[in-house]
């Protein structure tokens, strides 16, 4: 599907996202907006300066309102930057171990890391000293 049209308006396909070219009266230009966009500011009200709307299952086609979510522009491009490194480098990104949130290990690192950070590895490792502790108190 090359284009669609919503509520009267003609949403083309531009690389990975429908747009729409919208007449802005004011700066007397035509301005980009993506279907995304389109689709949350009509059914939420407004998008905050600064603000993205993120596909949440990654698929920039799936526009239904429950994949989309509000993210920070920058939280978002990075949560992307991710995804494309994970797509592109498999390997080097792992879910932490502790907490679950993924964590990138720079390429060159042969060690095993388990942990996103010094917290969740402290955690980690006083739980499995209190439960040695536990065990040996019997308690
Ligand atoms: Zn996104
Ligand atoms: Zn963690």
């Known amino acids: 599907m090359k284009k669609q049209t919503i509520d009267g308006k003609t949403f083309r396909l531009h690389g990975n996202y429908y747009e729409w070219l919208r007449w802005n009266p004011v700066t007397k230009k035509h301005e980009t ?60 990104v792992k879910n932490c171990e502790e907490c679950g949130s993924p964590f990138g290990v720079p390429w060159n690192v042969k060690v095993q890391k388990r942990f996103c950070s010094d917290f969740c590895q402290n955690k980690a490792y006083n739980r499995v000293r209190l439960g040695r502790y536990h065990a040996k108190k019997g308690i």
């Open 33 to 92: 907006v993506t279907l995304q966009r389109y689709l949350w500011e009509r059914d939420h009200g407004p998008i905050p300066d600064g603000f993205d709307v993120h596909h949440k299952n990654l698929d920039p086609l799936d526009n239904r309102d429950e994949n989309f979510e509000l993210l920070p522009t920058l939280a978002h491009r990075s949560l992307h930057m991710l995804e494309t490194w994970k797509r592109n480098h498999p390997e080097t």
